[in-house]
């Protein structure tokens, strides 16, 4: 049975066409950017509540017209604490950067119930796998026959 060209041209335009288009939404997927941001909302919560982030990148805490704190628990590699942020120094962003891999949960101490948590990743490369051994002595060589 033979297959028409124009048949194998078109599924394969249409293959690189849903591949191009994944490719586009994983660059520009906003946690794949780097710039990380956490709001403050009146409604009394941090949105997201959760963000992932790769080590030595940053999160900013954007405090539009609520007045709020941002107190990390006390772990090892938790950045400083953001202090008061409130009236007149609204509409501000304060940026941490996390240089420690692990997970680091904050709260605020004027409204205990806004909780979050930043989980940083190790950003580290895996170096390359070994290259395989060489092949033994006379391995691949011809040899005459009888």
Not at 26 to 54: C, E, H, R, Y
Not at 55 to 68: D, K, L, Q, Y
Not at 72 to 85: C, E, K, L, N
Request: with cysteine; aromatic share 8%; charged share 5%.
């Amino acid at each position: 049975m033979t297959q028409n060209p124009w048949h194998r041209f078109s599924t394969m335009i249409a293959i690189s066409t849903v591949l191009t288009g994944c490719s586009s939404y994983m660059s520009t997927n906003p946690q794949n950017s780097g710039d990380t941001k956490i709001q403050a909302l009146p409604s009394l919560a941090f949105a997201p509540s959760s963000v992932t982030i790769s080590s030595g990148e940053t999160v900013t805490w954007v405090f539009g017209t609520v007045g709020e704190t941002v107190i990390f628990d006390p772990v090892a590699g938790a950045p400083s604490d953001i202090g008061s942020v409130s009236s007149p120094q609204l509409n501000v962003s304060v940026g941490r950067t996390f240089s420690s891999a692990g997970s680091f949960t904050f709260h605020s101490s004027i409204h205990p119930s806004m909780t979050g948590m930043v989980i940083v990743t190790s950003n580290s490369i895996s170096p390359p796998p070994a290259p395989p051994p060489p092949p033994p002595p006379g391995y691949g060589s011809r040899r005459p026959y009888p």
